[in-house]
């Protein structure tokens, strides 16, 4: 069952997700995800956790995301040069790897290839005015809606958050897309959350991550870092990119319940470091 929050109009609304596994890690389970994505192996794992958690991106938007997306631009009020995700229209799709099989399940390099995966070639895009049929044979991806591209997703206030754009703008070769499809990515989420775990073994100070974590959860949780760092809802809104204003909401509601959450079970070491 969802739970109500009240809008800014005063009226009950159900916001959030009913799937457990789409709801917003804790603010211990943040921080013990985020360590272990750094302690993985593959620069690719590292990448996968840290980008979902430092710039909440869809997954999809992670399997199509190219170095042109990555970039330092000065910040529309400090004026200062920050690193910034600026994700387009629309976008090739490089995931057609003949030996990848479906999302590239096993992994395949995709940097090589030149076909668009079945998803994004069969993509509708009837409610989607800016795109037309020239367009999606030239860029068969195409994000969300139009608060997708709209705004660039800034970095957050934070060393690491940071230094996640600069290893993404390394790792994503010119003119190369990320090398796996979204199956791929949830499967290497999970892998995360399992060496979260193995860490909790061996670590009497950690206690693991006990749930299934979709990479959408990830997103959510991001939205509750912006809520636990200061942002209001409608720079919550901006940054996640949202159509709607009363979602933002949720993440003021959503943090307050994790952080008396982690109260309650003496989580007191478990603050935003990251």
């Known amino acids: 069952m969802s739970i109500q929050y009240v809008t800014r109009n005063h009226q009950p609304t159900t916001l959030g997700p009913d799937n457990p596994a789409r709801k917003p890690l804790s603010a211990r389970e943040t921080d013990e995800f985020y360590l272990a994505a750094r302690s993985m192996n593959t620069l690719r794992h590292e990448l996968t956790g840290r980008t979902l958690l430092d710039y909440g991106l869809r997954s999809g938007e992670l399997a199509h995301s190219m170095d042109s997306w990555v970039k330092q631009e000065r910040h529309p009020r400090s004026r200062e040069k920050a690193w910034c995700i600026d994700i ?3 976008e090739v799709c490089y995931s057609g790897n003949r030996d990848a ?10 940097h090589n290839t030149s076909s668009a995966c079945t998803e994004c070639a069969d993509r509708s895009y009837d409610d989607k005015d800016w795109v037309d049929d020239k367009f999606h044979r030239k860029k068969p991806w ?11 997703v800034w970095a957050i206030p934070k060393e690491t958050a940071e230094e996640t754009a600069r290893l993404l703008s390394d790792f994503l070769k010119p003119g190369k897309q990320w090398p796996v499809g979204t199956s791929q990515i949830l499967l290497d989420v999970g892998k995360i959350v399992e060496r979260a775990n193995e860490r909790a073994k061996n670590d009497p100070e950690l206690h693991g991550i006990d749930r299934h974590v979709h990479t959408h959860a990830l997103r959510h949780t991001f939205g509750c870092r912006l809520a636990a760092a200061g ?24 943090w307050g319940l ?7 079970s003496g989580e007191w070491e478990a603050v935003e470091d990251h």
């Open 101 to 110: 099989g479906q999302q590239n399940e096993g992994g395949a390099d995709l």
């Open 88 to 90: 387009p229209r629309g």
């Open 231 to 254: 942002f209001e809802p409608t720079a919550r809104m901006r940054q996640l990119r949202h159509n709607d204003y009363e979602m933002s909401l949720y993440y003021s509601q959503a």
């Open 142 to 152: 195409h994000p969300k809606s139009k608060a997708s591209f709209s705004t660039k």
């Open 258 to 264: 994790r952080h008396r959450d982690s109260i309650r």
